[in-house]
């Protein structure tokens, strides 16, 4: 291994994090990949749901060779199959994560704190390339101590599904929530599998105008199918009475099904089920334990209160920016993600991420010199992220990195 080249440290062990270092490990990069509890955690957690986008779109050629290099006879999904987020761990990310040029790169249980650099605070300085001079110093906590390690570049690839947004208008918290968060449900909960028992006959209240909203809802009208005492309240806060837009010829079938079947869920009358917008969320008041909720909340400008059992919060995700702190970098006002791309982003001004195009790499440069924000995180509250436009980055910063705009290591198909 060449002495020379940058350490690199990534943050997240997720699928842009481990492509992100089988990119680096390819072209001999010394490599640290954090993470906070095990390869593609949060792909675990949400892993009943079926994703929209196929699985040639989320995996590279350059991976597929790589686990095929160490396990020839494995198989992976056609490129057309639609997989949930745990079949994809499990016949990509898991196999990606044990390919020989990983080996010994994956620092799983290690919780990244805090980033900052050596000599130099966050003020001095300002957008001096001599900042790169001197490492970065990451802190880091697993089970039993913290330590600080060093790198001359780092990737944060951490995403954004272990930061909720809140229930409460004007996105702060609901009065009563904070004391209420923790018998809240903010992830995508798998209610009609291995939470079903939680969910089925209760009073369920379901938040949120997105697509994660729309699965919850959707699979709770199904659980209730079979338990007809469940009962699903769901308030939104867009002005429709039909919750999701669809997409005219949408490519994504998955997505343009799930959009039917809950419009079509939203607007009849026979399922266990009702929709309010636009609404708003006032306060939450927690009974204890296995004892519900009251909800009051504002139903198209009429107050209204909900007594309810259960409550699922889809109200979408926002980037951790506490890691960074210390650092110079430059994020959007309204997106939270890092400004260049954020302003890229809205200058494409589409609804449907299929229509999303790369923005080079020239979005992803920081005034921190060589610290680089990709994946999901770099999207900050923009939902349209696709694995495709992180793979992209991924090539974008390494050109970056190595200096060599020609170089791609993803092959086309």
């Known amino acids: 291994m060449a002495k020379d080249l940058p350490r ?3 943050l997240g062990a997720g699928p842009i994090g481990l492509e992100a270092a089988l990119y680096a490990r390819t072209l001999n990069h010394p490599v640290r990949v954090y993470e906070r509890g095990q390869v593609g955690d949060y792909w675990q957690r949400w892993g009943h749901v079926r994703l929209f986008s196929p699985f040639g779109m989320n995996s590279t050629s350059l991976g597929r060779s790589a686990i095929h290099a160490g396990k020839s006879a494995h198989e992976f999904p056609d490129d057309d199959d639609i997989t949930t987020g745990r079949e994809h761990r499990e016949a990509y990310l898991m196999p990606l994560s044990q390919v020989e040029r990983l080996k010994g790169c994956l620092v799983p249980e290690t919780q990244v704190l805090s980033i900052g650099r050596r000599n ?18 990451i802190l880091l906590k697993d089970k039993n101590r913290e330590r600080v390690e060093e790198a001359d570049i780092v990737l944060d690839c951490t995403g954004t599904y272990g930061q909720h947004c809140w229930l409460g208008d004007g996105g702060i918290p609901a009065v009563g929530e904070l004391a209420a968060e923790a018998n809240i449900a903010y992830g995508l909960e798998d209610v009609a599998g291995e939470r ?10 379901v938040v949120g105008s997105g697509y994660s909203a729309a699965t919850t809802a959707c699979n709770l009208a199904a659980l209730a199918d079979n338990n007809p005492a469940t009962w699903i309240i769901w308030l939104s806060r867009g002005q429709s009475t039909q919750p999701i837009k669809r997409i005219a010829s949408d490519p994504l079938r998955e997505r343009d099904r799930l959009a039917v079947r809950a419009n079509t869920l939203a607007t009849r009358s026979d399922a266990n089920l009702e929709f309010h917008a636009p609404s708003v969320i006032e306060s939450v008041e927690f009974y204890g334990q296995d004892r519900g909720f009251r909800v009051t909340a504002r139903c198209a400008g009429e107050q209204r209160t909900f007594e309810v059992e259960r409550i699922i919060a889809n109200v979408g995700y926002s980037p951790d920016r506490g890691i960074y702190r210390e650092l110079q970098v430059n994020l959007c006002y309204a997106s939270e993600g890092p400004l260049k791309l954020a302003a890229a982003l809205q200058g494409q001004k589409s609804h449907d991420c299929l229509k999303l195009a790369g923005s080079g790499p020239d979005c992803l440069v920081n005034p921190e010199p060589n610290f680089f924000i990709l994946g999901a995180k770099s999207f900050g509250r923009n939902s349209n992220f696709l694995l495709r436009l ?7 910063v390494f050109t970056i990195i190595s200096g060599n705009p020609s170089l791609d290591l993803y092959k086309k198909k």
């Open 390 to 396: 992180g793979f992209e980055q991924i090539r974008d």
């Open 8 to 10: 690199i440290a990534i």
């Open 196 to 205: 079903k028992n939680a969910y089925a006959g209760k009073n369920v209240l």
């Open 120 to 137: 130099f605070l966050k003020e001095d300085d300002p957008g001096d390339p001599k900042r790169a001079r001197q490492p970065f110093r």
